[in-house]
């Protein structure tokens, strides 16, 4: 058959109202020649659709995606009972899914955190009360380490001690997680190894710097100082003391 334009205008038509089903994907499955010969004529398929007076919108089955949309989608999710915590949220096949990843565009919410909000929700909430299981806690862990997070067993319980704990819970230890994940946990560990000769001089030099060494300091500046002094020392005034440090420096 030889196509001109009014053929190609005739026939998207015709195709249009039998079954609507006439996206370029689908089309170029069942109409390849038509396609071609649209986009040869009209310049692009898209065009030749608007020349027939067709929504190009409304037969994409790329949805497009509107911030009012993916609101809607996560309030529905929400009645229903639905984890909306992103690793749950990921792991689905369905237009939830979908939205969560189209809301990351920076013409709408850049972050499915800021995506919970304009729903109204709390994502510190959602992440507090999201279900665990062996498989979400290695596609968080394996999250962080792709997006270059702390992954040592201190910065996760600082961090996201909901995580650690359910890695713990579901894998026995912290490093068999990690391995469960397929990450090495020397390569994550970063707890320090302390030396008698280490703990006197960082607290020689938290006394030059502030002078405020009282065990509540200590603990809230530099916890692995804390634990290393009272593990070695047996005390925090004893460390003080092998360092030399007296009691009226460190209440200054």
């Not at 960082?202 to 002094?229: F, T």
Request: one cysteine or more.
């Amino acid at each position: 058959m030889t196509w001109d334009k009014q053929k190609i205008i005739t026939k998207l038509r015709k195709l249009h109202r039998a079954d609507g089903r006439i996206s370029y994907s689908q089309l170029s499955r069942k109409q390849q020649p038509l396609l071609s010969a649209a986009a040869y004529h009209f310049g692009s398929y898209r065009k030749a659709l608007e020349k027939s007076g067709i929504n190009y919108a409304s037969i994409s089955q790329r949805p497009r995606w509107t911030k009012l949309r993916i609101i809607s989608l996560i309030k529905q999710a929400k009645r229903k009972g639905h984890d909306l915590h992103w690793g749950s949220v990921t792991k689905r096949s369905d237009e939830l899914s979908r939205a969560a990843f189209a809301c990351l565009q920076p013409r709408l919410f850049g972050k499915w955190d800021r995506a919970l909000h304009a729903a109204g929700l709390d994502a510190d909430d959602v992440a507090r009360y999201r279900t665990w299981d062996r498989n979400t806690v290695v596609f968080e862990l394996r999250a962080r380490a792709q997006d270059g997070e702390a992954l040592s067993s201190g910065a996760l319980q600082k961090d996201d001690p909901s995580l650690h704990a359910a890695a713990i819970r579901y894998f026995n230890s912290y490093d068999a997680a990690l391995r469960a994940a397929r990450l090495n946990p020397r390569q994550h560990r970063m707890r320090r190894r302390w030396s008698k000769a280490d703990v006197i001089a960082a607290l020689k030099r938290a006394a030059r710097k502030d002078g405020s060494l009282s065990l509540a300091a200590i603990r809230r500046q530099d916890a692995s100082l804390h634990g290393a002094a009272i593990r070695i020392f047996s005390s925090i005034n004893a460390a003080k003391k092998a360092a030399k440090i007296s009691p009226k420096k460190s209440k200054k």
